[in-house]
C-alpha cells in the first residue's frame, strides 16, 4: 500500500460515504503526527503540503521526511497532495519530488489573490491534468472562490460555485476531484457573522456532478484552543470562528469526500508550545515542547478522522501504484 493515488483514495471514500483529512504539513513533527493518527485509527490518509511549506523546508528536507512516513507504514494509503498550486511549472516540481495528487488553483491568478476567469481557469486546469495522468497522478481543480487566507493564499471575496458551471468545468478539464465553495473561509477568522453555509448549493453540485467534491477552509477552530493559546500570552480574538463539526458531518453526507485540515493542526501546536513554555520558563530543549504538541496533534487529528468515519477504513481495497493509474487515465 502506502503512496496510493489521491484518486484512488479518494474514490473510495465517496462509494462509502466517509471522508478523508487532507492535513497540512510543514515540519517533521507534523508528519509523524498525521502518520501516527492514521496508524492509530487505521484510516487512509491525505499529506498535503502547500507551495509555501515547500519553499519553507527547500522542498527536498519535506520531500524526504514524507519518503520516511511512506516507508515506515506500508500497510497505510497515503496519497500525497499538493495543495493551492499556482502553476504548471510548480505543479511538475511536486510530481518530480514523488507527489501522487496535486491541485492547480486556477480560481485565482498566480499571485494567488486575484480572481482568474473561467476560461484562464480552464486553459491552466487542462494543462496540469494532460501533464499530471500522464504520470498516473491524480488532479483536483477549484471553481468559486474560497474567502480568508492561508499561507498567502486566498481572496477576500468569496464566489460561491454555479453547479451548473461546475459540471461544465469537470467536462472541460477532466479533473479528477473538485474543491467548491459554499461559504467556507481559510484562516482562523472565518466568518463576521453567523455562520451560513450553502448546503443547498452543495446538494445541487453533488447531484449533476460524478466525482469527489472538496472542501477547503474546514477547520473548525476550537474555542479551548483560542483559549488556551490567549491564556498563555497569546492575543487570537474573539473573532475567530471555524465551521461546527456537526457542519462538516452534514456536508459528509450531502457528498464532500476530502476535507482540508490546516488552522486547526496549528492552533493544536501554538497551544501546547505556548502552555509549556510559559508554565517550564527553564525548558531550552525544543524536544520538550514539539515533542507534547506532536502527541496534541495526534489526537487532534485522531479526533477529526473519527469525527470524517475514515476510521477503519484503511484495509477496505489494495493500493494502486502511479504506473497501475497511468493505465487507467
Do not use: W
Not at 443547498?200 to 449533476?208: A, F, G, R, S, T
Amino acid at each position: 500500500m502506502a503512496l496510493t493515488s489521491g484518486k484512488q483514495i479518494l474514490e473510495e471514500a465517496k462509494k462509502q460515504g466517509y471522508a478523508v483529512g487532507a492535513y497540512n504539513v510543514n515540519n517533521m513533527e507534523q508528519i509523524q503526527a498525521v502518520v501516527s493518527a492514521a496508524r492509530a485509527t487505521q484510516s487512509p490518509v491525505i499529506i498535503q503540503t502547500s507551495i509555501g511549506a515547500l519553499k519553507y523546508s527547500d522542498c527536498t528536507y519535506l520531500e524526504y521526511l514524507i519518503k520516511a512516513a511512506i516507508a515506515k507504514n506500508q500497510d497505510i494509503p497515503i496519497a500525497v497532495h499538493l495543495d493551492h498550486g499556482n502553476s504548471l511549472d510548480f505543479v511538475v516540481r511536486a510530481i518530480e519530488l514523488g507527489f501522487s495528487s496535486v491541485m492547480i488553483d486556477g480560481s485565482l491568478m498566480e499571485d494567488g489573490k486575484t480572481a482568474s476567469t473561467y476560461e484562464y481557469n480552464v486553459r491552466i486546469t487542462r494543462s496540469v491534468v494532460e501533464y499530471a495522468h500522464a504520470r498516473g497522478v491524480s488532479v483536483e481543480g477549484e471553481i468559486g472562490t474560497i474567502g480568508g487566507s492561508e499561507d498567502s493564499v486566498g481572496s477576500e471575496k468569496i464566489s460561491l460555485t454555479d453547479p451548473e458551471e461546475a459540471k461544465k468545468f469537470i467536462d472541460d478539464t477532466g479533473v479528477d476531484f473538485l474543491a467548491i465553495a459554499i461559504g467556507t473561509s481559510h484562516g482562523a477568522y472565518k466568518f463576521k457573522g453567523s455562520i451560513n453555509l450553502a448546503f443547498d448549493v452543495l446538494e445541487n453540485i453533488k447531484n449533476i456532478i460524478d466525482i469527489p467534491i472538496v472542501l477547503h477552509g474546514a477547520s473548525s477552530v476550537p474555542v479551548e484552543l483560542v483559549s488556551e493559546i490567549n491564556k498563555h500570552g497569546g492575543k487570537m480574538s474573539s473573532g475567530a470562528t471555524g465551521i461546527p463539526t456537526s457542519s462538516i458531518q452534514k456536508a459528509i453526507k450531502l457528498g464532500v469526500s476530502k476535507i482540508n485540515v490546516d488552522t486547526d493542526s496549528r492552533l493544536a501546536i501554538t497551544a501546547t508550545v505556548r502552555r509549556i513554555l510559559m508554565e517550564h520558563p527553564d525548558k531550552f530543549d525544543p524536544r520538550d515542547y514539539l515533542g507534547p504538541a506532536r502527541t496534541a496533534l495526534t489526537n487532534l487529528i485522531i479526533t477529526k478522522m473519527q469525527d470524517f468515519k475514515t476510521a477503519g477504513h484503511a484495509k477496505d481495497y489494495v493500493s494502486k501504484s502511479l504506473d497501475d493509474m497511468k493505465k487507467l487515465y
